[in-house]
């Protein structure tokens, strides 16, 4: 009778297979000592923090080259051969099926949504909220002054990229310099004084102090004479405008060019990777806006208002070149402009340097900001240029880890497991993940904002704040990627839950300006009757065509008489309580961003 063929466990281990079995033994220990000693180099890194990754990576290799070895011994039988060959069809059958089964549903929901978003007239596409292009020869920002500031800023090249090569030869030099840079303040060891300059704050009623500016002013010119001084000191409202004079020329050659029609700057909108886009110009208008208004609140108490008027209505247009662009950081330094633009304004009012012509153009021009319509343009930017950094991340996998600064070090963890299923899953799954982005986004940031009502729905910014921790405990192929663009809206102050801090910028901003205009229809009642009303209402239509209400509860703002013949007029604010308008301080200094109320008040006399 013929002997029953051994298995593969019991059958003779021949020499080769001896040695393929030390060799696997000394691989194993050499990966070991290699891993860990590489990983010791890192800083701040001890030898427990990668022991257990260095022998479980290592083991898992050793398991895996044994699996190897046992299929080819195995194999040597050509029945089993067979087997393995038959095996190996089915599985990479099935994952072809699972490959075309997941791209085929992740395509079909992700063109379903899109259609049905564009029939309710929503654009998802970045295209789409790319502001239109306009002539050169009529747009403020392709003029000389900026071409060369922001050729000093990017270098020639990539200067290019903004203005193209014959703009660029046509400012007839190559060594550029930054125009636009007007500091107020100089920086460098040598030049930092004891006595720093005092800037107001118009939500402490708190005015600039100028005689701490003449004073820097001053001592500055001891060190370089960089500003201008007088000879013998002047009131501190002439000396700060002798300073700021040195940028005269500058200032006026940027009013000449914002008077054309159009303000758009040549953002490279058609780069693959949206995130890797230039916006250098933001903070040249933000430190513009900074220094014009200095020079307002100067001109203000030097009783010159038409020069102060000037400037602000110059700090709007700057306003305008960002309102259009449909990035959140451009709309977050627009907010910033405008909260340095509201000092002067509110100097104007306390002092009453303001006709009621002044007052006039003042309100037409506070009433063009309408930051609830921003929000919700910021927040359509961010969509579509999620998607499309998605787009971009599915034709190049290799730059997730890039994008999102992973590392081998600091993410063994679920986060870098996904992130290389994402590198070499299914391109259905990109698909998901923008369909998760999309809809978290239209569903639940667009409608904290109610633009018909033009107020902030504490409801759904709660809720938006659940589903997204709900979401984030719950991390898969589907949804990691829109997580890490949310997390965008999580970079929070300490006391603040997930997903306000962006809608409180936008909130704020807009009662401050509703809070403005209603102090200027104020301002024009008082001169009308040499005292304010008793109430608000008695300013329609006459002075305000309708009263703006509380964007916090969508209530009458408070108002009360005071008794020096002043006014307080709040908002009830972030935590909307009224707090009888109280401003609550932190270090008595800082306003607190979400307690107290959002006060209009001028200093006690």
Not at 147 to 155: A, N, P, T
Not at 375 to 400: C, K, M, T, W
Request: net charge neutral; charged share 25%; hydrophobic share 45%.
């Amino acid at each position: 009778m013929n002997e029953k063929p051994k298995s593969v466990w019991t059958r003779p281990v021949s020499g080769g297979w001896r040695i393929a079995g030390w060799f696997i033994i000394l691989f194993t220990a050499i990966l070991v000592i290699l891993v860990c000693r590489n990983l010791m180099r890192a800083e701040s890194r001890s030898f427990s923090d990668f022991i257990l990754p260095a022998l479980g990576l290592s083991a898992g290799l050793a398991l895996l080259l044994m699996g190897v070895v046992w299929c080819l011994r195995w194999s040597c039988s050509w029945r089993n051969l067979r087997r393995l060959l038959f095996g190996v069809v089915c599985l990479i059958t099935l994952i072809a099926l699972f490959y075309a089964e997941e791209n085929w549903r992740g395509k079909r929901a992700w063109k379903h949504y899109q259609r049905a978003e564009e029939a309710r007239g929503e654009k998802l596409d970045f295209a789409a909220v790319v502001p239109p292009p306009v002539s050169d020869e009529q747009n403020f920002a392709m003029q000389p002054i900026w071409v060369e500031q922001i050729s000093g800023i990017l270098g020639m090249e990539k200067a290019k990229l903004w203005y193209g090569e014959r703009r660029i030869a046509a400012l007839g030099h190559t060594n550029f310099v930054q125009p636009l840079n007007l500091p107020i303040e100089l920086t460098g060891r040598d030049l930092v004084s004891p006595n720093l300059p005092i800037s107001g704050d118009w939500r402490l009623a708190k005015k600039t102090d100028l005689k701490s500016w003449q004073h820097y002013y001053w001592q500055l010119a001891e060190k370089t004479n960089y500003f201008p001084v007088a000879t013998v000191p002047q009131t501190p409202a002439e000396d700060v405008l002798l300073a700021l004079s040195r940028y005269d020329g500058t200032i006026e050659e940027l009013r000449r060019a914002s008077q054309l029609p159009y303000a758009r700057f040549p953002i490279t909108y058609t780069n693959e990777n949206k995130a890797e886009i230039l916006l250098p110009h933001l903070a040249s208008l933000k430190g513009l806006t900074r220094m014009l208004c200095l020079r307002a609140s100067a001109e203000l108490q030097a009783d010159q208002p038409d020069q102060a008027l000037a400037d602000l209505k110059l700090m709007f247009r700057l306003n305008a070149a960002v309102q259009i662009e449909p990035f959140l950081i451009s709309h977050l330094v627009n907010i910033a402009m405008f909260e340095f633009e509201l000092q002067p304004i509110w100097e104007g009012l306390a002092d009453r340097k303001w006709n009621d012509h002044q007052l006039v153009a003042l309100h037409a021009e506070l009433t063009r900001f309408d930051f609830l319509a921003d929000y919700q343009q910021a927040i359509r930017g961010e969509r579509a240029s999620g998607v499309d950094i998605i787009d971009s991340l599915r034709r190049h996998p290799n730059r997730i880890e890039e994008y999102f600064e992973l590392t081998d070090l600091d993410q063994i963890s679920k986060k870098y497991l996904l992130a290389r299923l994402a590198q070499i899953g299914p391109s259905g799954w990109f698909e998901q993940n923008k369909l998760a982005l999309c809809r978290f986004m239209t569903d639940k940031y667009l409608p904290i904002v109610n633009l018909k009502d033009r107020t902030y729905s504490v409801t759904h910014a709660a809720k938006s704040i659940t589903d997204l921790e709900e979401l984030a405990s719950r991390r898969t192929p589907y949804n990691w990627l829109f997580l890490e663009f949310a997390s965008v809206f999580a970079n929070l102050p300490a006391k603040f839950a997930q997903g306000q801090v962006v809608a409180y910028k936008f909130i704020q901003a807009q009662a401050t300006a509703d809070l403005a205009r209603v102090a200027i229809a104020l301002e024009r009642y008082r001169l009308a009757h040499e005292e304010f009303p008793e109430t608000l209402a008695a300013l329609e239509p006459q002075f305000i065509a309708k009263l703006p209400h509380d964007v916090m509860n969508g209530q009458p703002l408070k108002y009360r008489r005071t008794a020096d013949g002043s006014f307080i007029l709040y908002s009830v604010g972030w935590n909307e309580t009224d707090g009888g308008g109280e401003v609550v301080l932190r270090n008595k200094v800082i306003p607190v961003v979400d307690q107290g109320d959002w006060v209009w008040r001028y200093p006690t006399k």
